[in-house]
């Protein structure tokens, strides 16, 4: 991986919640291949721990942990892990998040609504729940946890992730929209809550981006783009999908004490210029 800055992590210590998908994956590799000590932890135990081989085999430090972010015991059992393991944390990067198809709508509109199709009034309450659940308690019960480290030692850095969603909603998805909106606004109130302490709280909010999650909803299987991909590209001013790889210049800067030393409470669009587009 082609690392976006010259920065040197060398010495911290950076949690990682999410990090067995795509985007928290690569944000791990950065921080090892710029000298950190990672800690990656996911639900699916495999995945980060093939990780952290990967890693090591390459001569960086990464340890695997397997963690549920809605537990706070078991949080604060990795915690202590990590502790023993790799030492107290510097950076917290909140990547665990996600949606949900029982809250999503099948139309943008109701009027376009047909028979058998789910609809605004046949969202499940519980899959709703979840979503909220997942990103923002997800965000908040590993910073509960995770963040101690760092008001014992008066510095420290929280990053979470947002989205484009929490500016303009998209169709279709408003408890994942919605639960986006929670998390910028959580990060500004982190930013106020721990300024004191000598610790910055900001967010990034990722354009729409190419996952194994939504491959089959942007691409028709021959390859071609698919309405509601056209309908994105369209609306963007650079006129293609961010790259994971993309967001690292910002998670990097960020999370810098050197180089944001006065940023706190921002969240960063990295969209290709989607929020800067009108429409006209």
């Keep these: 991986m082609n690392l976006p800055l010259n920065v040197d992590f060398t010495g911290k210590v950076v949690v990682v919640t999410g990090a067995g998908g795509v985007l928290c994956g690569d944000m791990a590799r950065a921080y090892a291949q710029a000298g950190a000590k990672v800690a990656a932890l ?4 495999e995945a980060v721990k093939k990780l952290a081989d990967d890693l090591k085999a390459q001569g960086y430090t990464c340890e695997g942990y397997k963690a549920n972010v809605l537990d706070a015991e078991a949080l604060e059992a990795v915690h202590q892990q990590v502790l023993a393991n790799l030492g107290p944390c510097d950076i917290l990067v909140n990547g665990a998040g996600g949606n949900n198809p029982r809250a999503t709508t099948d139309n943008e509109y109701q009027h376009e609504a047909r028979e058998g199709q789910k609809t605004f009034f046949d969202l499940d309450a519980s899959g709703v729940d979840f979503v909220f659940k ?3 308690q997800g965000t908040l019960l ?8 760092m008001v014992a030692r008066k510095h420290g850095c929280i990053l979470n992730i947002s989205s484009m969603n929490a500016y303009i909603p998209l169709t279709k998805i408003p408890a994942y929209s919605g639960a986006k909106a929670a998390i910028s606004n959580f990060t500004q109130w982190l ?3 721990f300024a004191g302490s000598g610790i910055r709280a900001n967010a990034i909010a990722p354009g729409f981006l190419v996952s194994n999650q939504n491959r089959a909803l942007l ?7 698919t309405a509601r991909s056209a309908k994105i590209l369209n609306g963007t001013p ?3 999908f961010v790259d994971s790889e993309e967001l690292l210049g910002g998670v990097f800067f960020l999370t810098d004490d050197r180089a944001a030393s006065a940023i706190t409470g921002v969240v960063l669009p990295i969209d290709c210029g989607f ?3 009108s429409g006209v």
């Design 134 to 136: 997942l990103n923002f």
């Design 238 to 240: 650079m006129g293609r």
């Design 142 to 149: 590993p910073t509960q946890v995770f963040v101690k480290d």
């Design 219 to 225: 691409f028709n299987p021959d390859g071609t783009p």
């Design 42 to 45: 996911d639900l699916n135990e």
């Design 275 to 277: 929020a800067a587009y």
């Design 191 to 193: 930013a106020t809550h």
